[in-house]
């Protein structure tokens, strides 16, 4: 029986979005070109899409599509007068015909090619803008508007910041850094992969909340990284932070996918062996050293894991903790994150107080957080006035509904 090929279609594309950053970061490091490693990647999409309908599904669709890309790659190479040159530099003794996987033998103190994709896509001569929006294209998969929303700026800015880094990337060397350089290229790495996660944790667009997958792979870079640099305490410190979050993943959403707030949630739901592990990295970056950012915030995210209730929450320690976050890395998210816990432990007429002080123009979470303190207050037009302006701003559609309820609309 011939397949459906809309089914087909639909695995196909699932199967890419799920391998797609392992397949750049293989063809990148080999063609030293990451747009040319992306448009040979799709080259490798497009063929799925015409051939899986017809022969059916490969029993293993990932390396089905990693060895054609493969193919797609080791053939541009043929074409190219300085192809054993390429061969050389990348470490590879001459492919032959009988050696189309010719990137499986390339080899470093890694081994991970998602990994390796990400270092170099944080490479010291991009801007970090630069470095984070390419990373959260190639390995992410995020959209122009989605990168754009996370930096709260313009599509086009995004664009050009994209496009000026492949070019600036292009025949540079695919590769892990040498140990002694990558303390410097380590803050980049550190800030893409929370980024990645945020966006799996809390969508900015699209129909869904979360978008698990996303968190997933942000976890596993993460847990790669931490035995990359067993030393550095950041690194545990934002695995912690991660799979602290992460363990509350399967309390966030009801089954029809509407968001549950972090009062809300069923508890027993939050994955424990997450808790575990996360309780374990923030205690390792915790001996290291002075906690950062990322270690501040697991310190934060912690508190809510050892709360078995609501009520149990440490909110004093999370308003202290947040403190002091807002001086070792300030900014007005964090400012307003403090003034929700403030609204937690002194009461909403304090937290009202710094909220009102806040700028934060085209923040959803901003007027959402207003209309919590307001409603508290028993001021409910002007909760529901603050509920509909971040409905308005949201740009997620499970957000969206979930403020316009609150808006009482």
């Not at 590879?92 to 081994?111: L, Q």
């Not at 998602?114 to 390995?139: G, I, Y």
């Not at 931490?226 to 991660?242: K, Y």
Request: proline residues 7%; hydrophobic residues 45%; charged residues 25%.
């Amino acid at each position: 029986m011939t397949p459906d090929r809309p089914d087909v279609s639909r695995v196909v594309e699932a199967v890419f979005r799920i391998e797609s950053a392992r397949i750049i970061g293989a063809l990148a490091r080999l063609v030293r070109d990451v747009g040319l490693a992306e448009e040979l990647a799709q080259d490798a999409l497009v063929a799925a899409l015409e051939q899986w309908p017809v022969r059916g599904v490969p029993d293993a669709p990932g390396p089905w599509l990693m060895a054609t890309a493969k193919h797609r790659a080791v053939d541009h190479l043929r074409r190219q007068e300085n192809y054993r040159k390429k061969l050389f530099l990348v470490g590879t003794a001459e492919a032959s015909d009988d050696e189309p996987a010719i990137v499986d033998a390339i080899d470093d103190h890694i081994g991970d090619d998602t990994l390796r994709l990400l270092f170099t896509a944080c490479h010291p001569a991009l801007t970090t803008e630069s470095q984070v929006a390419l990373t959260l294209r190639m390995l992410g998969g995020l959209r122009t508007d989605e990168i754009a929303r996370a930096f709260l700026t313009t599509e086009a800015t995004v664009s050009q910041r994209i496009l000026r880094a492949k070019k600036t990337l292009r025949g540079v060397a695919f590769e892990l850094p040498p140990p002694p350089q990558l303390p410097s290229r380590l803050a980049a790495v550190l800030g893409t992969i929370y980024l990645i996660f945020n966006e799996g944790y809390a969508a900015t667009a699209g129909d869904d909340w979360t978008r698990p997958q996303l968190c997933d792979e942000a976890l596993r870079l993460g847990r790669v990284l931490s035995g990359l640099r067993p030393d550095a305490p950041e690194v545990h410190g934002l695995t912690a932070l991660m799979e602290l979050q992460a363990s509350r993943l399967p309390a966030r959403t009801t089954p029809d996918g509407r968001p549950i707030l972090l009062l809300d949630q069923d508890r027993r739901r939050w994955d424990r062996l997450l808790i575990r592990r996360g309780l374990a990295a923030l205690a390792r970056a915790e001996a290291l050293g002075v906690l950062g950012p990322y270690g501040l915030q697991a310190a934060i995210a912690a508190c809510h894991a050892r709360a078995l209730t609501p009520a149990e929450t440490d909110w004093p320690r999370i308003a202290a903790l947040y403190r002091l976050l807002s001086h070792v890395a300030p900014s007005a998210v964090v400012e307003l994150n403090r003034a929700v816990a403030v609204g937690m432990s002194e009461g909403p007429a304090a937290a009202l107080t710094l909220l009102d002080e806040l700028h934060l123009p085209g923040y959803p979470h901003l007027p959402a957080a207003r209309g919590e303190m307001l409603e508290r207050l028993g001021r409910h037009e002007e909760a529901r006035a603050a509920f509909t302006e971040a409905a308005a701003l949201t740009r997620n559609a499970a957000e969206r509904a979930l403020f316009t309820r609150r808006a009482g609309l």
